[in-house]
Structure formats: C-alpha cells, structure tokens
C-alpha cells in the first residue's frame, strides 16, 4: 500500500493566487512527522515545512501553511500568493516513528504559476 | 553556512564499470541519508548514517551497492558492476535535528549507465 499518495499530477494557479497541493499518508505508529519539499527544475529537493502528530496547531511558514487533518490522515500544503518562482515539482514525505530515520516520499505534484 | 554538497554533479559510464558518488554534509550533521530518485517519482530511500556507522541500510537494492562514512563526515556511495537500470540522480541528505529529522538535501549526481 502506498504510504504517501499525492493525487494531483500536476496543477496549475494563476499568480496572486492560492494553491492547495494534496498530500494523504497511511501509517499506524501514533508519533510520526510530515514534510513537505519543493524541487525546482536544477533537481535540489528545498524543505518547506515540518508537521509533527503530536502539533495541535496547523504549521506555517511565510506563504506556506499545512492544513493538518490527522483523522482522514492528510497533510495538505497551501501556498498563498503564489509567484512564478513557485513553479516546480512538490513532494510530501513522512517520517514514521519518534526516531525514525528515513523519509517515504510521495510521486510529487508538478505546479505551474501562469502570469 | 555551506550546504550539503556532492560530487560529480553528473556521471556517464559504462554498464558494467565501478563508480563513487561523494556527499560532503552539512558541518556537525551527524546523520547522513542517501536517496535514488528515478525520473518522474520521488526519492527512494536507501541508506542512512548516524556517525561513522550504517544505522539503516534497508532501502539498498542489491549486494552491488555500498556506503561508507569512515569519519563520521564524508559519505561516498560505490556502485559496483554497474547496469542501465542504476541511472537515476542519488541524492545525499544530512540532519541535526534528531526530533523532527529535518533532512536537507545537496543538488544530487545524475549517474547515465550507457
């Protein structure tokens, strides 16, 4: 069974605007963290941002906010304002465990900015 | 301060030859992650270092992969008797933060098997 699905292919959003990229995750330990990153064309994987289980609160940083949603188990990344310099490859990634070591990335989503 | 870095940036070689790809992690990360990611899906874990020893080495293919990290710093991945199916880009990935396990990744090597 798939442990991260990313279901959106590809997306497209119109600059200024608001994206929301899928993320859904299967995993029966109770601690575990999410992790979104961004791959640009150069191929560098950028990290975004960190959801821990146990965060009561939905993680945010600058124009990027993950809506948490631990009972259907999905981890959706919203980018705000989105800029051309958006346009990339997205992935979301889980860490299973309190000390688990190695991240499980989904297929990724490619996101086009049109001006 | 400086990133993870890795070299070659990209690799051509011959199926059935020897290659070592080299990681350089961020300084004072003492874990260190190797991935594969193949074109078109997300990368595949395949190693994993804390310090000088191979803490995971679950995600590694076959007895044709190795890793090293002999100092506890640089890591070289050696792929022996290589095959077509090796090309990808091998990512390396280093972290300090044990609790969250934030991984920061170099601009990987593109290995081409002709």
């Known amino acids: 069974a798939q442990k991260i699905t990313q279901t959106q292919p590809g997306m497209f959003v119109q600059e200024k605007e608001a994206v929301t990229l899928d993320c859904t995750y299967d995993t029966s330990d109770q601690s575990y963290g999410l992790f979104w990153y961004k791959q640009p064309s150069s191929g560098e994987m950028i990290f975004l941002i960190y959801q821990g289980s146990y965060d009561e609160q939905n993680a945010t940083e600058g124009r990027y906010s993950l809506n948490f949603q631990k009972a259907r188990k999905s981890a959706n990344l919203v980018i705000s304002a989105s800029q051309l310099g958006d346009s990339a490859m997205y992935f979301c990634?889980?860490?299973?465990?309190?000390?688990?070591?190695?991240?499980?990335f989904g297929a990724g989503t490619i996101l086009r900015v049109k001006s | 301060g400086a990133g993870v870095s890795q070299t070659p940036s990209n690799k051509v070689t011959e199926k059935g030859k020897y290659v070592e790809l080299r990681c350089d992690p961020i300084s004072g990360h003492t874990a260190l992650y190797w991935y594969r990611q193949s074109l078109g899906q997300g990368p595949e874990f395949l190693i994993y270092f804390q310090g000088t020893g191979a803490a995971d080495d679950s995600g590694l293919p076959n007895d044709r992969f190795f890793a090293v990290r002999p100092e506890g710093s640089v890591s070289t991945l050696k792929i022996q008797r290589t095959e077509r199916g090796d090309s990808a880009v091998y990512l390396c990935?280093?972290?300090?933060?044990?609790?969250?396990?934030?991984?920061?990744f170099g601009p990987g090597t593109r290995l081409l098997v002709l």
């Open positions: 990935a280093s972290s300090l933060d044990r609790q969250r396990g934030t991984q920061y």
């Open positions: 990634a889980m860490r299973e465990g309190p000390w688990g070591n190695k991240l499980v």
